[in-house]
């Protein structure tokens, strides 16, 4: 068990909706990435929360946009969405912010859109 | 443009035998690499991370190996059991100028009893 929780684990919607992925990372940990795997793809990675504050950006589409709360757990908003945006979406934690340290990833969500 | 490349999408060993992954990468600003091991449904797993002062870091029946001159890093598992099949990721960062982990495409190994 890494830590981090991630909810819920399943979610199925249709074309056009939005939907809200939630990540409680390990107990210490301030950093927060997201990540997103498509069918036979690697991880990409999406963007970075860092004690509340986005650090980093990667190849994060328009329509999603995510946030860390005080309490430090993240939440990512998939909004318009598409057929293409079935995936599993993955939440790592670690303790820093400089990619020093390793991530521990929860069991990731997995949307599929129809 | 993949800066970190898995050139073996699977790979098959026999149990008791030593399993060699590879990992290459192209961006000389890598300082920190990790190794990953993903079972299906279920998020990666961090197994073991070696730092760019270093050649060499071991943790029990995993080593990873790094040779910064050629940009190659390996993970040995010795010896590999059948619990070990899994995909594992290759990972890199640029900790000193605060680039975020970037993963390779991953290598599925199977190990045959």
């Known amino acids: 068990d890494s830590g981090v929780t991630q909810t819920p684990k399943h979610l199925i919607t249709a074309t056009g909706q939005r939907v809200t992925l939630r990540c409680s990372p390990r107990?210490?940990?301030?950093?927060v990435y997201w990540y997103q795997q498509s069918l036979d793809q690697g991880l990409q990675f999406l963007i970075q929360?860092?004690?509340?504050?986005?650090?980093a950006k990667g190849n994060i589409l328009e329509r999603f946009s995510a946030q860390q709360f005080p309490d430090l757990h993240s939440e990512l908003n998939l909004s318009s969405l598409e057929l293409g945006d079935s995936a599993l979406y993955f939440c790592?934690?670690?303790?820093?912010?400089?990619?020093?340290?390793?991530?521990?990833f929860g069991n990731g969500t997995r949307l599929t859109v129809t | 443009d993949q800066q970190v490349k898995q050139n073996s999408p699977s790979l098959s060993v026999q149990e008791g035998r030593i399993s060699i992954l590879n990992c290459d990468y192209t961006?000389?600003?890598?300082?920190?690499f990790l190794w990953y091991k993903k079972y299906p449904a279920e998020g990666p797993t961090f197994l073991i991370s070696?730092?760019?002062?270093?050649d060499k870091n071991e943790d029990g029946r995993f080593t990873v190996f790094l040779n910064k001159s050629a940009k190659h890093l390996s993970l040995h598992i010795v010896p590999s059991q059948p619990g070990d099949s899994a995909v594992y990721f290759c990972?890199?960062?640029?900790?000193?100028?605060?680039?975020?982990?970037?993963f390779g495409p991953g290598t599925r190994l199977s190990v045959l009893p």
């Open positions: 990972a890199a960062s640029a900790s000193n100028y605060g680039q975020n982990f970037v």
């Open positions: 929360y860092y004690n509340g504050e986005e650090r």
């Open positions: 790592a934690s670690s303790f820093g912010d400089r990619g020093n340290s390793p991530l521990h």
């Open positions: 961006n000389s600003m890598f300082d920190y």
């Open positions: 070696i730092s760019s002062i270093k």
């Open positions: 107990s210490g940990d301030l950093s």
